[in-house]
């Protein structure tokens, strides 16, 4: 019975994925393994992980014994050990919510819990996040550039995806940043990318599995916060000497602008006053620049991208 549970989900699984949709206003949900209705967000990868080992069903190998929300997790193999040279991977899709929490960063947000059990360091757990279905990955556990722009930010310990956790462990991070960076508009998808990797080394432990997922996309106050948001328009862009910083809103403030190398160093800053500013960047290297401006008074700030050729 136990078996035929876990196949009958997968069927589920299968079927439904195939006919993914979905309405503007679902970015707002739990996903605990256990109500199929949701089962539609969820992908496996068997397109370039042809034998991928994520299953969902009730756990019943020598760790993991048990969802953290009963009966059912997604989770390496219900029942096997996780085998050598694998790489498995499973997506979970969101389209950007009209209720704000991207275009007025405020709160979009993934949590829920993961319990590990693997060989420390050499197999191990990732999560990613595409702000552009899938063309763009961020490693939210080892990233070093966006974190810096504070595009994100871990309300709890960062995952440790490796070694053993020793029961069910937290997670929470915020995401809203990505939106003005990226520039994500309601009804663009974005996408979740949770993988295991194991390398050559037979350890027979139990992998990974996630319980009590957590989604949210929205903003309070809409209004006050699209008053408040800078308003700018920054061209030429490429430009290979100048460009002009154009601020319709909040005319009487103070700004802070800092220009950033792909390093995450600051390779430019600017404190000025006016609404219309040209910079000089003739003594840049090419390449691809974040630039972050603040305004000192409200402490709205606006990210974006600057290309010089």
Known sequence: MKIMKTQ?????????????????????YNLSFDDTSVFFKIQKDT????????????????????????????????????????????????????????????TVILSGKYYVNSDTLNDYGTIEFSPDN?????????????????LYEWNTQKPVLTGNSNGWVDFYVWVAGFGPFFNIQPGDTVQYRFSFISDSIQTNKDGLMYDNFHFEDW??????????????????????????????????????????????????????HQVNITI?????????????????????????????E
């Not at 020598?62 to 029942?79: G, M």
């Not at 939210?140 to 504070?150: F, K, Q, V």
């Not at 328009?233 to 319709?248: C, D, M, Q, R, S």
Request: net charge negative; charged share 15%.
């Open 47 to 106: 397109i370039h992980h042809l034998h991928n080992i994520w299953q969902i069903g009730k756990p019943n190998k020598q760790i993991f014994l048990n969802a953290y929300s009963a009966p059912n997790v997604i989770v390496t193999d219900t029942v096997n050990a996780y085998p050598i040279n694998d790489t498995s991977v499973f997506v979970i899709k969101n389209i950007s919510d009209c209720l704000g929490g991207f275009q007025w960063p405020h």
């Open 280 to 308: 000089d960047i003739k003594s840049l290297k090419n390449g691809i620049y974040v630039y972050k401006l603040i305004d000192l008074e409200s402490d709205c700030t606006s990210y974006g991208k600057i290309i010089k």
């Open 8 to 28: 009958i989900l997968f069927l589920f699984l299968f079927i439904t994925v195939v006919s993914f949709s979905q309405s503007s206003y679902d970015n707002n």
């Open 219 to 272: 903003a309070e106050f809409i209004e006050k916060h699209m008053v408040d948001e800078i308003e700018l328009k920054l061209y030429p862009n490429p430009t290979n000497a100048y460009f002009t910083i154009e601020i319709f809103n909040n005319v009487n403030s103070n700004y802070n602008f800092d220009l950033y190398d792909q390093d995450g160093q600051i390779v430019l800053r600017k404190e000025f």
């Open 134 to 150: 899938g063309n763009t990955w961020i490693n939210l556990i080892t990233d070093t550039i966006y974190s810096m722009y504070h």
